[in-house]
């Protein structure tokens, strides 16, 4: 069912879900709060966390593969601990490999390997088990993705994204909690003001290599914690229809073979997906199916990587 930005309807829904939020996050205010009677400090490791406040969309995942990449160039040995969402070993401690798909290991998770093959990747709710073998392997810089809730960790740098465009994103957890972080980074798609947006890269075919689409008509579809945000992105070229579906949603073969019926219908030349899409599709037959997905990267006007690293350096673990 639509309902209307401005309508009655959608005012008498945000008033409730404004009473429920206020019961859920007190909760989880309570629940953080015990969680720091048993904080632990890893001193052999420095912790990056990378922080959100709302139910994603607010692109968690692309700073830590900035943050990453950064890492990388500089040849400095990371580890990256994730909750690997839905995945097989979600309610594990586990170091994945480049073989295992996103069935087995969650499509973010696939993500973080696919651009870090060379790097200790850990998935699972068992954070500090995997914190540890990260420290085992040699880690000394460790970057702890979504470590929000994990207030018994000790964080040496914790950055929080914020959305204010994302629908509701105030629901999940108190606003004054950010207070605790030590940078805060605010989303806006203008470019000329707030602190961070996405900027997308280049269109890539189902071998990985550059597609130039031209004026060509698209179909796109997404399955991530703000479709609208990849939907406008794709509202610059000749964008002809979107499907949207949950975050993590996983794809079926009657799913994707409807959307190029779809594609055919309407005549355009392309389905189009993002990266995270992806990862969860190519296992899936794709004969004659035009398929090609969308890389973006996270761009910030300001000192974050530079002040990290200098950080780090200062407390010996660079």
Same mark, same amino acid.
């Not at 420290?135 to 994990?150: A, P, R, T, Y």
């Not at 004054?176 to 900027?199: A, D, Q």
């Not at 037959?285 to 350096?313: E, G, M, V, W």
């Given at each position: 069912?639509?309902?209307?930005?401005?309508?009655?309807?959608?005012?008498?829904?945000?008033?409730?879900?404004?009473? #429920?939020?206020?019961?859920?996050?007190?909760?989880?205010?309570?629940?953080?709060? +015990?969680?720091?009677?048993?904080?632990?400090?890893?001193?052999?490791?420095?912790?990056? !966390?990378?922080?959100?406040?709302?139910?994603?969309?607010?692109?968690?995942?692309?700073? #830590?593969?900035?943050?990453?990449?950064?890492?990388?160039?500089?040849?400095?040995?990371?580890? +990256?601990?994730?909750?690997?969402?839905?995945?097989?070993?979600?309610?594990? !401690?586990?170091?994945?490999?480049?073989?295992?798909?996103?069935?087995?290991?969650?499509?973010?998770?696939?993500?973080?390997?696919?651009?870090?093959?060379?790097? @200790?990747?850990?998935?699972?709710?068992?954070?500090?088990?995997?914190?540890?073998?990260?420290?085992?392997?040699?880690?000394?810089?460790?970057? =702890?993705?979504?470590?929000?809730?994990?207030?018994?960790?000790?964080?040496?740098?914790?950055?929080?994204?914020?959305?204010?465009?994302?629908?509701?994103?105030?629901?999940?957890?108190?606003?004054?909690?950010?207070?605790? $972080?030590?940078?805060?980074?605010?989303?806006?798609?203008?470019?000329?003001?707030?602190?961070?947006?996405?900027?997308?890269?280049?269109?890539?075919?189902?071998?990985?290599?550059?597609?130039?689409?031209?004026?060509?008509?698209?179909?796109?579809?997404?399955?991530?914690?703000?479709?609208?945000?990849?939907?406008? !992105?794709?509202?610059?070229?000749?964008?002809?229809?979107?499907?949207?579906?949950?975050?993590?949603?996983?794809?079926?073969?009657?799913?994707?073979?409807?959307?190029?019926?779809?594609?055919?219908?309407?005549?355009?030349?392309?389905? #189009?997906?993002?990266?995270?899409?992806? #990862?969860?599709?190519?296992? =899936?037959?794709?004969? @004659?199916?035009?398929?090609?997905?969308?890389?973006?990267?996270?761009?910030?006007?300001?000192?974050?990587?530079? !002040?990290?690293?200098?950080?780090?350096?200062? $407390?010996?673990?660079?």
């Amino acid at each position: 069912m639509y309902i209307k930005a401005y309508s009655k309807l959608n005012k008498i829904l945000i008033f409730l879900l404004n009473l #429920v939020s206020i019961v859920f996050k007190t909760i989880s205010l309570f629940n953080l709060k +015990i969680k720091t009677l048993n904080k632990k400090q890893y001193k052999a490791a420095f912790i990056i !966390s990378v922080d959100n406040l709302s139910f994603g969309g607010t692109g968690k995942t692309s700073l #830590v593969i900035k943050i990453g990449e950064e890492l990388k160039k500089r040849k400095i040995k990371f580890a +990256i601990v994730t909750r690997g969402y839905l995945s097989k070993f979600e309610n594990t !401690s586990f170091l994945i490999n480049s073989n295992q798909n996103s069935k087995e290991i969650g499509d973010e998770a696939k993500i973080l390997k696919n651009r870090f093959p060379n790097q @200790d990747i850990f998935i699972g709710k068992k954070r500090h088990t995997s914190i540890k073998k990260a420290i085992e392997n040699k880690n000394k810089i460790i970057i =702890l993705d979504d470590g929000f809730q994990s207030t018994d960790i000790y964080k040496n740098c914790s950055i929080m994204l914020l959305n204010p465009e994302h629908q509701y994103y105030y629901l999940r957890n108190f606003k004054f909690l950010i207070r605790k $972080e030590n940078f805060i980074l605010l989303y806006s798609s203008s470019s000329k003001c707030g602190t961070y947006k996405f900027e997308h890269r280049n269109f890539y075919n189902q071998n990985g290599r550059i597609t130039n689409i031209k004026g060509t008509p698209l179909i796109g579809f997404s399955a991530l914690g703000d479709n609208s945000r990849f939907k406008k !992105s794709l509202s610059n070229f000749n964008l002809i229809g979107f499907r949207k579906y949950k975050d993590h949603f996983l794809y079926t073969q009657d799913i994707i073979n409807n959307l190029n019926i779809l594609r055919i219908n309407k005549k355009a030349d392309y389905l #189009v997906c993002t990266e995270k899409d992806f #990862v969860k599709l190519i296992n =899936l037959n794709l004969d @004659d199916i035009p398929l090609i997905y969308s890389k973006n990267i996270i761009k910030f006007n300001s000192t974050l990587i530079s !002040s990290i690293l200098n950080h780090a350096k200062k $407390e010996g673990f660079i």
